[in-house]
């Protein structure tokens, strides 16, 4: 196991990121990662079984403490682990074969937690004592790899926790662990065998090649409370058909050929111990749009890291119980912001390694192709005079933001930084810029890939930690790839501060009215953008206000939040019997919002907004 300095660029990585190499003893990979589970309660006794038991919980749920552990190619035999909170799982090598869980059992999990808690009739979402939930299984991700190994794979999550780029061929792909789980998305994924949904609520499904047309690879939840499968440029005899759902069976709605695709940047360790950071390139209308993209062969673009700015969290890592530390931009701060920014003036693509960032400026991308890719989940807090955490200039062509999270911070009236929006609306994330037209590249689209933000969590000031719009869209032809953009329903419990809902969430504090505010989630003024993957959550006005035209989304997910709310579409309610339509035409503008007749949805195959497609 060697953090070793690279032989072209003398790349030293920060202690929160961990290389594992073939020849590195399994015993010992899988006690360094243990640390970093999900706080395991090695005995408790189920209610209605005396047998010992074991499980993992949710008590990291809002830990600032980030890692990542990268794999080198290879092949690594019964070396099983669980992959937890703020946990970034890779594999190094060009194809995902390149990295080879095999045997018994082996490669990362993620299981249902608290399994130890009971079921309380109007309290937690537990379905039955002893089932855990997967509701709380987030903030995670795995990818680049395969699974050789017997047991196959379970990864039983829900929002904020992608699988990507990876090959399951031996054993079944588990999307559920017993318990309730809700909007999983996992793109280019080759699945041999079976897949087993449960009781997740709603899953996206993006490209991926479901082989054996023999075995059903979607199993109806045993109670019918699953709600919907959304699936898209996908391949194999193993995809199914359309289907409206029914009792104890699911939706699953099928979209056959997307018009672009656009693959997540990933970083490599090549055959010379040299590093690299591939650039998929887009794919329009061809064979190229479905099925997964796992071989070296796929296009992309090979940058060195010789143009690539690595970049580690501050020394000493502020504590998050100490609030006025916590919420005071220092000179540490100062530092790491300007080193981002120097890097990006440069030209240089950006790789930020785990941990907490706060800003006390916006981070500018004035370049073409630019990339920014975030490793371990690391989390950007905004500027606290409400400027976003990353700007994109306008007719900057090509960005890609990926793998990060981005987090509302506690507002201050001073100082300003010179890096406010021009229209004065506070956000998280700018893509373009409000005052300038920008109908961007059709074929080279910017994206936005698997990005995560939030209002309220770890900061335990809740009355300060706010903002307007989590992410807005201003630019054309911008690509949206997993996006989950969450109100925080709970926070951080304070030291000696026990919850205030104790039977929905007995370990955490549940957001009041007026706490950790945002009003909207995703606000698009740009033509031509395209969601795939997209979960907007609790917001107290808008889910989300759409004003560009010929713009889509496949699967949208939207959650209300203490109040009942309504669709709206240029002020007519959505028909209740067409909740999960497969194919909507909108007019614009469009917004989800105070009045949802229910407090979820999901759309299905595509929802359009503006004029139609062609």
Not at 400 to 428: F, H, Y
Not at 497 to 523: D, I, M, W
Request: glycine share 10%; proline share 5%.
């Amino acid at each position: 196991m060697m953090n070793e300095p690279n032989r072209l660029d003398n790349l030293i990585w920060p202690d929160n990121v961990t290389i594992f190499y073939p020849t590195d003893e399994i015993k010992l990979i899988k006690e360094t990662i243990w640390p970093y589970e999900d706080g395991p309660i090695k005995k408790y006794m189920e209610e209605s079984n005396t047998d010992t038991r074991f499980t993992y919980t949710s008590g990291k749920y809002f830990s600032t403490n980030h890692h990542a552990f990268l794999f080198a190619p290879g092949e690594y035999k019964n070396c099983d682990f669980e992959v937890g909170y703020y946990v970034q799982v890779v594999g190094l090598g060009a194809s995902a074969d390149d990295v080879r869980f095999t045997g018994n059992k082996s490669g990362p999990f993620v299981e249902s937690l608290n399994k130890n808690l009971p079921y309380v009739e109007s309290g937690t979402t537990i379905e039955r004592s002893g089932a855990g939930l997967s509701l709380d299984t987030v903030w995670r991700s795995a990818e680049n790899f395969s699974i050789k190994a017997e047991q196959g794979l379970m990864w039983a999550v829900s929002q904020g926790a992608p699988l990507r780029r990876v090959s399951v061929d031996a054993g079944d792909l588990h999307l559920w662990d017993s318990g309730f789980a809700s909007g999983g998305f996992i793109a280019n994924v080759h699945v041999e065998h079976k897949i087993f949904l449960g009781g997740q609520q709603q899953y996206f499904g993006r490209h991926l090649e479901l082989a054996r047309s023999e075995i059903d690879p979607f199993e109806p939840t045993v109670n019918g409370d699953g709600f919907s499968v959304v699936l898209t440029g996908c391949t194999g005899e193993g995809v199914p058909n359309d289907t409206s759902g029914g009792t104890n069976t699911k939706s699953v709605v099928i979209e056959e050929t997307p018009k672009v695709r656009v693959e997540k940047p990933f970083i490599v360790l090549n055959d010379k111990k040299r590093w690299e950071l591939h650039v998929p390139n887009p794919h329009f209308g061809d064979d190229s749009v479905t099925g997964p993209h796992l071989s070296v062969l796929s296009p992309k673009e090979i940058r060195s890291f010789t143009s690539v700015k690595v970049v580690g969290p501050r020394i000493h890592s502020k504590d998050v119980f100490d609030v006025f530390r916590y919420n005071t931009i220092d000179d540490a701060d100062m530092r790491k912001t300007e080193e981002m920014q120097t890097a990006l003036d440069e030209g240089k693509d950006l790789i930020i390694c785990p941990g907490e960032y706060f800003l006390n400026r916006s981070l500018v991308v004035k370049n073409s192709d630019q990339v920014i890719l975030g490793l371990g989940l690391p989390s950007l807090i905004a500027p606290q005079d409400g400027s976003p955490c990353i700007r994109v200039i306008a007719n900057t062509p090509g960005v890609r933001i990926a793998g990060l999270m981005i987090e509302a911070s506690m507002l201050k009236l001073t100082p300003t930084t010179g890096t406010k929006n021009a229209d004065g609306v506070k956000s998280l994330i700018d893509f373009g810029e409000s005052d300038v037209e920008d109908d961007g590249d059709e074929q080279n689209p910017g994206v936005l890939s698997d990005i995560f933000t939030r209002v309220g969590g770890s900061n335990l000031n809740r009355n300060n930690v706010t903002t307007d719009v989590m992410v807005r869209i201003h630019s054309g032809n911008v690509i949206g790839d997993n996006l989950w953009l969450w109100h925080a329903d709970r926070v951080r419990l304070g030291i000696d501060e026990g919850p205030n809902n104790s039977r929905l969430f007995p370990l955490y504090h549940h957001v009041q009215e007026g706490e950790c505010r945002v009003k909207t989630a995703l606000e698009v003024n740009g033509n031509d953008v395209k969601m795939y993957g997209l979960f907007c959550e609790y917001t107290t006005e808008n889910q989300m206000v759409w004003k560009g035209s010929n713009g889509s989304a496949v699967l949208l997910d939207g959650k209300g939040g203490i109040e009942k709310k309504v669709l709206h579409n240029e002020g007519k309610d959505v028909d209740e019997e067409n909740k999960y339509p497969g194919f909507v035409e909108l007019g614009m503008p469009y917004s989800f919002g105070r009045n949802l007749s229910n407090d979820s949805f999901i759309f299905g195959s595509k929802v359009m907004f503006g004029s139609k497609e062609n």
